[in-house]
């Protein structure tokens, strides 16, 4: 709307004061928000944070957003006295949104990707095979699959020279000579 990119998090203005990515007591990261003035008090309830909550400069959201600065590094400094588990514990038991923040060879263990099939196993190489995310929608309740494997550099590149550019065998012979495609 301004002409300009958003910021990235936590730079920029935010609808929230508590809606960031946290380091954790064992070296991990969680995603936590605190979206309402409903989770506000179940947060300062359920984390033990009464002084928070008996505080009144901070019991509407934009109360909070203005008192950013002074919030974020108290939610910080108890986040990070917590292991990942423990967060994701209380921010359950809070009714927050979160989410640990994975690294990308953690995904084959996740169990919300195990559980609704968002993992497909693909050949990437002649005896390599990895599991990769899938693509995020169902049809008729069902994810769509693998139908091919990763070709190999150059595998289809004469039937697409053919087939989409409608190429003919002695221009795309002509193209291999030149070293268009292998």
């Not at 588990?85 to 640990?100: D, R, T």
């Not at 263990?109 to 195990?114: G, K, Q």
């Not at 409608?166 to 030149?178: C, P, Q, S, V």
Request: charged share 25%.
């Amino acid at each position: 709307m301004t002409g300009l990119a958003a910021k990235p998090m936590p730079v920029r203005i935010s609808a929230w004061a508590i809606y960031d990515v946290f380091d954790t007591a064992d070296g991990d990261q969680v995603f936590v928000g605190v979206v309402s003035d409903a989770q506000w008090k179940s947060f300062c309830r359920v984390f033990d944070q009464e002084a928070l909550g008996a505080d009144e400069g901070l019991a509407l959201n934009n109360q909070r957003v203005a008192a950013r600065e002074r919030l974020m590094p108290q939610i910080r400094a108890l986040f990070a006295t917590l292991s990942k588990a423990e967060l994701l514990e209380l921010c359950e038991k809070a009714g927050l949104p979160f989410a640990p923040i994975t690294r990308p060879e953690d995904l084959t263990a996740d169990p919300h990707l195990l559980a609704s099939e968002g993992l497909v196993n693909v050949t990437v190489k002649p005896g390599v095979s990895a599991d990769l995310p899938a693509l995020p929608l169902r049809m008729n309740a069902r994810r769509a699959g693998v139908t091919r494997d990763v070709p190999e550099p150059g595998e289809h590149s004469e039937d697409i020279l053919a087939q989409t550019l409608g190429l003919g065998a002695a221009e795309i012979e002509e193209l291999r000579r030149a070293g268009a495609f292998a």
